[in-house]
């Protein structure tokens, strides 16, 4: 027997793009008003000049492309738009539960949450800088 997954993509177990733009909405709201994100003085300047809804339109672009829905991520690769944050991988942390936060938060399943958030540790070492790293 088949499973009821069976050949969807997890961009259409997601809800496409209103569900994976939902969920976004929910999580940049989030990440703007974290305190804990705003610590780095890098961040806290981007947070700071506004953009949220041009913001939201590539963080859901890069999500539905990486999830296998259409290829619309008109948007830097992940390295080339974090160098110059010098994440910490604490911050990748804190980021990482706040976007498990949100998926929660709008009702996405547990398998489907746990496959989106095998996509976002799999971006930890483009991420994170590379002086911040832990050792492997
Ligand atoms: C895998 C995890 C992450 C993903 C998928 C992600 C996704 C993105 C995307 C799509 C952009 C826009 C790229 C562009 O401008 O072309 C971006 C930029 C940005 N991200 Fe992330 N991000 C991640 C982790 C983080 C973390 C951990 C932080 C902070 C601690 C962070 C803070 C920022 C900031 C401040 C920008 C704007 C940079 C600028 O334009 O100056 N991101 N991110």
Redesign the pocket.
Known sequence: MSGANEGRSLYERLGGIYGIAGAVDDLVDR?YDNES?NR?P??RQ??EKGGHAG?KF??T???VQ?TGGPRV????D?R???T??K??ED??D???TT?EQSLFQVGVPKPERDEFMA???S??S???APENRDAA
């Open positions: 990440l994100a780095n890098a961040v981007f947070h913001f590539l963080v672009a890069w999500s990486e991520y008109p948007g830097r992940m080339e738009s974090h110059h944050l994440v910490t911050e990748f804190n980021v990482y976007i996509i976002i540790e971006y930890r483009m991420v994170v």
